[in-house]
């Protein structure tokens, strides 16, 4: 791939093949089982919150560059590059918004009979929250298990901090 | 959301997230209860039951699925792979991604634990430039790794001019990721 390419895309990170392989969702789910298994929930969301800060910084750093348009710019290429998702991107005033109709995690993970970690849909919030804290937004996520919505709006005081119930029980 | 996309890169760093929570012994343990042991259980269930028949049904489609360039030799005896372009290093090397001290290390950490349950051991050698050769034989088989040209023939990625960039991490009937010596 060209340099030039890399820096048109909205991705930080990118791959020759145009779509990632699906069965590495076997891993993440594995991921998050290991950590909880051995370290806990908290160690669990710390390494959601960690991924965020440092893995993802080059989001952050977009989407602090570009605004909510940056981010829904974000969302539609990392979408389009995994297989099977059915996501719409909605750019509002005042958010960008994330109607996930199918989550290719969640898809494929239940196409081969996985075990889902119960709290698989937190890390949407946990990672996004991460990401956007240091691009000075916030992220919201309702929903999960297949489906939910995700909102990534400019941070400020008076909106209500994520309801964890919100996010549903993956199975 | 944390896609597979770029699945590479993020597996790259959990090892040093995980390394600097629990050290060493935390990545190892990782590579073989979390990838051997659950996200690649279809592979350790393919080869626990069929060996070298059920290491090509896995490695077929999975390395085509990855994007990867590689030979494939098999005997009744021996299945080698002599990879030319690893897809997952390479990912990393084209984006300037290194978090890890050694990320070809993960491989023999899932592989090496599913082969020694699965009655096999493991000659291998990488060069952390995206190229490396297996050599996989049943534990009684005491047959040493081939002289580079032999089983493989032009395929043999040790016949790559660059092959020692400038040094090679080299594994011998092993099945641990510990198990390795370098070689200039």
């Not at chain 1, 605004?67 to 829904?72: C, F, P, T």
């Not at chain 1, 969302?75 to 994330?98: H, M, N, Q």
């Not at chain 2, 493991?122 to 060069?127: A, G, L, S």
């Not at chain 2, 040493?144 to 009937?173: C, F, I, M, N």
């Amino acid at each position: 791939m060209l340099a030039a390419d890399k820096v048109e895309s909205p991705l930080p990170y990118t791959d020759t093949k145009p779509v990632g392989h699906a069965d590495f969702y076997f891993a993440v789910n594995a991921t998050f089982r290991f950590i909880l298994r051995h370290h806990g929930e908290e160690a669990l969301r710390k390494y959601w919150q960690d991924i965020g800060r440092s893995y993802y910084r080059p989001v952050a750093e977009r989407w602090r560059e570009r605004g909510l348009a940056g981010v829904a710019d974000y969302w539609r290429a990392f979408f389009k590059a995994e297989p099977g998702a059915d996501v719409e991107v909605i750019e509002a005033e005042d958010e960008t918004r994330l109607e996930v109709r199918v989550c290719p995690a969640i898809r494929h993970l239940r196409a081969h009979e996985r075990e889902i970690v119960p709290t698989f849909c937190q890390h949407c919030y946990f990672v996004n929250e991460a990401i956007a804290e240091a691009a000075g937004m916030t992220a919201r996520v309702c929903g999960g298990n297949g489906c939910c919505t995700q909102r990534f709006m400019k941070r400020t005081t008076d909106l209500p901090s994520q309801n964890l119930e919100d996010i549903a029980t993956a199975s | 959301m944390i896609g597979c996309y770029d699945f590479c890169g993020h597996y790259e760093w959990t090892f040093e997230w995980l390394r600097k929570v629990g050290g060493h012994e935390l990545v190892k343990a990782y590579w073989d209860e979390a990838i051997h042991h659950d996200s690649q259980l279809h592979a350790s269930k393919l080869i626990g039951e069929k060996g070298i028949e059920g290491m090509k049904e896995y490695w077929g489609p999975t390395l085509a699925d990855e994007g990867a360039v590689y030979e494939r030799t098999v005997t009744e005896d021996v299945f080698r792979i002599d990879m030319h372009e690893c897809p997952s290093k390479g990912f990393l090397l084209n984006n300037g991604l290194e978090q890890y001290r050694d990320y070809c290390d993960h491989c023999m950490g899932w592989i090496g634990p599913l082969m020694k349950k699965a009655g096999f051991v493991i000659d291998h050698e990488h060069n952390h430039c995206g190229q490396c050769w297996w050599e996989i034989r049943r534990k009684d088989d005491s047959t040493p790794a081939s002289a580079p040209g032999t089983l493989s023939s032009q395929h043999d990625v040790r016949l790559r001019p660059a092959w020692k960039s400038p040094h090679t991490d080299h594994y011998e009937r092993a099945t641990d990721p510990d198990d390795k010596t370098a070689v200039s």
